[in-house]
Each structure stands twice: as C-alpha cells, then as structure tokens.
C-alpha cells in the first residue's frame, strides 16, 4: 500500500512503515514540506498515495469536490510519537484496508475508527 505523510506527522513513521512493508514518504522527504493541501492532495492522487495527516482540511477538499480518491486517513489523536503513530498507522491499515482501496474518509479518534465511503453524498 501505498502512502504519504502530512507535515504534522513524525518522519520517523515513515522509515517504520517501510520497514513493515509500506510504500510510504513523509511529506518532507519529497519537497512537500511546504506544500499547500491541494498541491499534496495532487501528488497522492498522481502517484496513488493515501494520505496521512492531523489537518482537517483534506477530508473537507476531498468531500467538496466530490472526489473518489485518494483516500485520506486523518489521525485526530495529537502528540503520539514515531514508533506509536506508526503502530496506529498499522491498526488502522488492517481495519480499514479495503475501504482504502475503494476511496474512503478515515477519521481516527481514541478508541474509534469512523469511515466514510467516496465519493461523499447527501445522504450520507
């Protein structure tokens, strides 16, 4: 699978994410540090990336556009370091895999993943 991780995120994840077997880049490995949201969200879709990140923004792009990809995990648990945000990471990826694969919204809080199907409709 196939991964990009937002600035907030720690680098470090995406060393240990490859070394479980992702294909994953952290934003500022790839001069994306500095990037704009629309810009990262052209880079995963481009390249078929799901997106990592603490910003609530690209769920909002995503929904507004009424895009089918790519899929966006967006951690709302602050402060966890490499080594944990990486094994959330993991958890995440084994619960939600297939629903990534379809074109999702992931919202993950403490103790709840909440998933939403894309595109976005009105009756949802």
Known sequence: MKLLLDQGLPRSSALMLRASG???????????????????????????RHILTLDSDFHT??????????SVIRIRIEGLKGKKMARLICQVIESCEQDLKEGALVSVEE??????????TKEQ
Do not use: K, M, Y
Not at 30 to 39: F, M, N, P, V
Not at 61 to 70: D, F, K
């Open 61 to 70: 792009i995503v929904a507004l556009e009424n895009w089918t990809r790519p």
């Open 111 to 120: 103790g709840r993943i909440r998933v939403r199907r894309l595109p976005i």
């Open 22 to 48: 992702f294909d994953a880049v952290h934003t500022g490995e790839c001069g994306l540090s500095i990037a704009i949201d629309r810009d990262i969200l052209s880079v995963a879709r481009n390249q078929q």
